[in-house]
C-alpha cells in the first residue's frame, strides 16, 4: 500500500497528533512522546499498531505526539491520518 | 518624633540576625506565583557565602526555580514547605537534594513551629507596607503602594516564634503603620527593597475561574451536597479550596441561601472575591483570612474590620483548640486523587512527580463537621479516582464526600449523610465502582517507576509521619 506523509489530530490536551509517512524501515516504526507514557506507553503503541494493521497499513514511520488521549481518540486520529496517508477512505468506499 | 530606627541593607541585616551555615531560613508564600523574596535573600545569602541552610517556607512554587543553582551549590541543604511545583519540584523528584523534602500542611507548620519542632532562625518576611520600626501588614495604606498580598496568615507564626526577624518591604511608610499585621516588638531589621512581589499574580497558579462544562456540572453536584447535608442551616460556616470546581461551587450556594434566606456565620480560609462578595451581601457575617487569594480579598482585609487575618495556628492548627477549623461545619477540597478507602493525594502527580501542596486539606478534612473532595473521574487518561493513591496526604478517615461527574461516594463511616443525600434525589455510588469505571476507560496504568531514594516526607498535622515520596526514574 502506497503511504503518503499526512496526519491528523492536535497537541490539544486530551487529544493525540498523529503522523504517517512511508517506510524507512520493513513494517512499522512508531515513535511516540507521551504525557502519560510511563503508565499508558505500551497500551497507546498497542492500540496505534492494532488500528493500522486492521486498515491494512504495514509498513509506515509513524510519530505520535500525545496529550493523555483516550483510546477512542487515539483510534480516530490513527483512522484518520491512515486514509490520509493511504487515500483509502474507510468510511465511504 | 521618630528617634530609632531599625532601617538597614539586606547584607547588614543577615550580617546582625548572627545567621550562620546550617540555620534555618523561613519566608512566607502569600505572594504565591509573583514572589521575589526567596529568591532575592537566597541569591544575597549564596553571594555571602552560607551553605547548609535549611529553607523552610510555607510554600513554594514554579517562580522558585532559580533555589536549583543554589541547591547544587550547597547553599540549601534541606527544604520544608506545603508544596512544590515546576521545575524545582521536578528536579527534587528526579533526586536533586540528599535530604527529603518535610511537607506539613499549613495548619501542622504552625503547630510544628510553636512547639519548636521546627525552630526557625532568621525569617525573611515579605511586607506590602512597614513602618522604620517593622510594623508590617501585606496592604498599605500609602499612595506609594506596590505589592498588595492582604492576609499575612502564614508569615504570622514565623514572626512570633523566629529567633530573629526581617521585615522586607517596598513601601517603607511613616510611623505608625496601624492597624498593623506583624507587630514592631517582633522585628529586629526592616530592608527596603524595589519590589516584593508582584500582586497580579497572587490568584496565580492553583486557582482558576472556571468554564469548563464539566467543572460547572461537578460544582452543581457539590452545590447539592452542601445544601442536603444537613449542615446547611442558618449560621452555618464553609471553607472552599482553590480548585475551578470547588471555587464555582460557591455561586450555585449563594443562590440556595438567597432562595431560603439563610446566612453563614463565617467562612474560612483562603478567601477569595466570590465570598467577599457574599460577605459584603450581608450573606456572610465574617471572613476569617489566612491567605489572600486575589486582589479583592486583599482590599477587602484592609478596609472591611469584619474581615479577619488569622496565623496559620488561629486558622489551622491541630494542636491549638482555639483554631478556626475545629468551627468549621463544612469545606470542599479538590484532589488530585482519591482511592477506594477515601484516602486523599493533592501532592505527587499520577506521574510520580510533585506538583501541588498540603495546603490546608490535612487540617480542615480532619476538623470539619464534613469534607467534599471534589474532583473528575479522568483528567485526560489520567485516573482521580483510583485503587490506591500515589501518595498519602489526608487519610479516609476524615474524608466524607467524594463528588465527581460519575456520582457521589459517601464514606460508609457517614451512613446518615448518605441517606440525606439519597432522600435529596441525589445519585450515589459506591467508591468501587468510580475506580471501576475509571479503569474500564482507560485500561490499568503500569506502575510508575519510582527508585529507591526518598525524596520527600509528608507529615500529618499531629507531626507524625503519613508517608514516604520516592525519586521518579526515566
Redesign the interface.
Known sequence: MEIKPASAGTLE??DILVRIAPATTDGLSIDLES??A??????IRHLITETLEGLGVEKADVTAVD?????CTIRARVTAAAVRATGKDVWRD | MMRNTKLTTLEEAIRKSGLRDGMTISFHHHFRGGDKVVNMVVDKLAEMGFKGLHLAASSLSDVHAPLIEHIKAGVITKISTSGLRGELANEISRGLMEEPVVFRSHGGRGSAIASGELAIDVAFLGASSCDELGNACGYSRSENAKSICGSLGYALPDAQYAQHVIVITDDLVPYPNVPMSIPASLVESVVVVDSVGDSSKISAGAIRDSKNPRDILLAKSAAKVVINSGYFEDGFSIQTGTGGASLAVVKYIREEMLARGIKASFALGGITAHMVKLHEEGLIGRLIDVQSFDKVAAESIKNDPFHQEVSAIDYASGEHKGSAVHALDMVILSALEVDTDFNVNVLVG???IIRGAIGGHQDTAADSALSIIVCPL?????PCVVPKVTTLITPGASVDVVVTEYGIAVNPARPEIAERLKAAGLKIVDIHELAAKATS???T?????FGEKIVGVVMNRDGSVLDYIRNIE?
Open positions: 490536551s486530551g504525557s502519560v510511563a503508565q499508558f506507553g505500551g497500551q496529550k493523555g488521549a483516550l483510546d | 499520577s506521574d510520580g479522568l483528567r485526560g487518561r489520567i476507560i482507560i485500561g496504568p503500569d506502575p510508575l517507576p526515566g
